[in-house]
């Protein structure tokens, strides 16, 4: 399936992404497994224990989304040539940093990381474009992701962590928007996208 | 390190002088979400709220910080846009930016009396700028007014990313961390503007 394609068909979009081990369900909760509730302001672990476990969860889910995207900038990187070449290697480094940083986290609260998938099925990519574009809705899914979990993370500094990755992916967002000629700044709320 | 979270009864000492910490340390970093709003009057706003909103947690004051420091950047890119120093593209650039942070503004003042609270007072001229990011009456040419927008905007997401250790509602947590990765965006276009790298960190905390 060509890249344009795929950004227009939903299903095709939810089930690459389920199969990365994100799942972004209409808007809804994305890594709910995680809470067992809705509202994460009414979850009170009842100890150190239970709130530790998920916060693992979600940091796993969103340790998939990040692994997801470093394989994806490989591939992306293939067409790539130039100054978009030298976004394509930054991001991929700071995607990188970030799948190192939850993976700490993960190991700090008890758990233990995710590993990535021997493989990804993307979709086709035939050019930069195509790599740029695809690049624009990772990007966007991981916002939307990391917006839905943040909440539901029991501690302060995970909040403030997490809130700084989807900074930085928005930051990516503005960059590859750019490059594609589009408006970098598509609006004062950035909420990613669900996939 | 824990939030402060007041519940019904005494609020801990302990918390209180978590959130002391926590100032002080936003204080040695020199600066402050909404500058005096935090640092003169933080403990009594905690304590009226907890009486006024009883287990309603501790957002108010953050999210009053919060509009405060929306303003100011209304007011900073209202400044410069009045300054005659900018070209018309980037004339066009600081009208959006101010018209993201009115935005912000509104949807933080939206929430806050949503959840009983009332706006802060509003900040006035460069003086209430200052007491945020000094140095807007500096200003002589463009490269000055970006690379003063930039240290606004990095202020900015450092403030949101300080709140975030802080917020209790979901709601909230989740409204901030979309004006952050906006305040994030402006950041990638007033970089390029200055001929920086756009995206310096994988983490985007604000730390300068």
Known sequence: MDIDSFLRDPLSRRRFFHMSGVSVAGGSAV???????????????????????????????ALDLE????????????????D?????????????????????????????PNRAKSSYEFPELRSQTD??????DLENTAIAAYIDALPKLSQGDLRATAAAIVTNEAEHAAVLLDALGRDPLPGAFVTGSAA | MEHVVITDGDAGTAAIAAFERDRR??????????????????IPLLWSIRNAF????????????????ERVAVIAYGVVIDSGLLSPALLRLARRLRAHEQAHADALTTAL???????????????????????????????????FAIELETAAVAAYYDAHAKLVEA?????????????????????????????????????S
Do not use: W
Not at chain 2, 173 to 188: D, F, N
């Open chain 1, 31 to 61: 890594f709910l497994a995680a809470c067992g509730s809705d509202d994460p302001t009414s979850r009170v672990p009842t100890g150190p224990d239970e709130s530790d476990q998920a916060d693992v969860e979600i940091l796993n889910g």
């Open chain 2, 25 to 42: 340390a936003l204080l040695r970093r020199g600066f402050t979400l909404g500058g005096a709003a935090i640092a003169a009057s933080s």
């Open chain 1, 131 to 136: 790599a740029l574009k695809f690049a624009v």
């Open chain 2, 171 to 207: 709601r909230l947590l989740q409204i901030g961390a979309s004006i952050m990765a906006s305040e994030g965006q402006h950041l990638v276009v007033l970089r390029k503007a200055a001929r920086k790298d756009p995206v310096p960190n994988a983490f985007e905390t604000g730390a």
């Open chain 2, 54 to 69: 009883a287990g309603a947690g501790s957002d108010d004051p953050i999210l009053a910080s919060a509009i405060n420091l």
């Open chain 1, 67 to 82: 692994l997801m995207a470093v394989a994806a900038y490989k591939r992306a990187a293939a067409l790539m040539t130039g």
């Open chain 2, 113 to 147: 009396t949503d959840l009983g609270g009332s706006p802060p007072q509003a900040p006035k001229g460069v003086a209430a700028v200052d007491k945020v990011v000094k140095g807007l009456g500096d200003v002589r040419s463009q490269a000055d007014v970006v690379n």
């Open chain 1, 84 to 112: 978009v070449l030298e976004i394509g290697k930054t991001f991929l480094a700071q995607e990188q940093e970030h799948a190192d940083g939850l993976s700490a986290a993960i190991k700090d609260a008890g758990g233990m």
